[in-house]
């Protein structure tokens, strides 16, 4: 069997082994909550995580299942400020808040250029706020919403992997120095950025998809990113549930995770942070779960390397 298939992993292709979407209001976002973060260095804070309901991303990357909160159409002007209004109006208070729309802040037929102003209003009493963005939408539109802000600006990147063979086939339109190009661009204009790095992609081995992780870190830090972001990938979106049955594709292991976050910390190079979003479903092993689960958070939260979990699922 070849390590890639036959057939052409397009728009078409993936758009077409999806379900359906859930139900979004356009005046609310799908999802906010407060969770724990080491944003500035040295310091653990609360920050406001706001998923913002919004139209679907242009690109239809392979492994991306944020399709599934989204509308059909373009939301109104006015739309996502009044998201985020209602979301602030139920979170507690908190230092840092992230806007993650399904795709990208910067793309102006998702967020209307026009809600910069009250947008920015809305989170001037933050010390930083961190928003989402393909590399092509990073530009004049990212440098207008950072003069608005009084607080620091974070933008966090998809990298994916620096697997050319991979990040090719993930369908997401995106060479790997136009990564650079955009963390360079905003550095040079004073807005740090962080890297989304999948842990095993489709088309690799659990060895492999270690490998290329930790490769993915080592470009991203010399990129200049500030903090990567690990992402186990995982099935249920369609297509990688298509990849699964025919063999192409396989859900890491939390071990893997140890591995590469580890790793990364080890560097110094910067923060290096684990998705725990679903961490259950990557875990064979109820009796360390747990365990594992909170060596993860306290690896992120701290930027420390922790002892290593005896249990016979580890051989």
Known sequence: MSKFPDFSIDNQWIVSHRGKKNIVDPDRPYHYFIEKEGVIPGAIDDVSTILLTNSECPFRCLMCDLWKNTTDKPIGKGAIP????????????????????????????????DDYEEIARLVNHFETVIVESHPIFIGRYS??????????????????????????????????????????????????TRAFILLRPPFLSEEEGVYWAKKSIDFA?????????????????????????????????????????????????????????????????NRCLEMRKEKLLQMSLNQKIYPRIDCSCSG
């Open 221 to 285: 830090f010399r990129a200049g990113v500030a903090t990567c972001s690990i992402i186990p990938v995982r099935s249920g979106n369609g297509a990688m549930d298509v990849l699964s049955d025919l063999h192409y594709f396989l859900q890491p292991d939390i071990k893997s995770l140890e591995e590469v976050i580890e790793y990364g910390i080890g560097l110094k190079s910067g923060a290096v942070l684990a998705d725990l979003w679903d961490i259950e479903r990557f875990s064979s092993c």
């Open 143 to 192: 440098l207008h919403f950072r003069d608005l802000l009084k607080p620091a600006l974070q933008v966090a990147i998809g990298l994916e992997t620096v697997n050319p063979e991979i990040l090719a086939r993930l369908n997401k339109k995106m060479r790997l120095i136009d990564f650079e190009n955009a963390v360079s661009f905003l550095n040079s204009h004073g807005v740090s």
């Open 82 to 113: 009044s998201q985020i209004r209602y979301a602030l109006s139920n979170l507690p208070v908190a230092k840092h808040v992230k806007l993650y729309n399904s795709g990208s802040f910067f793309d102006p037929g998702a967020i209307s250029v």
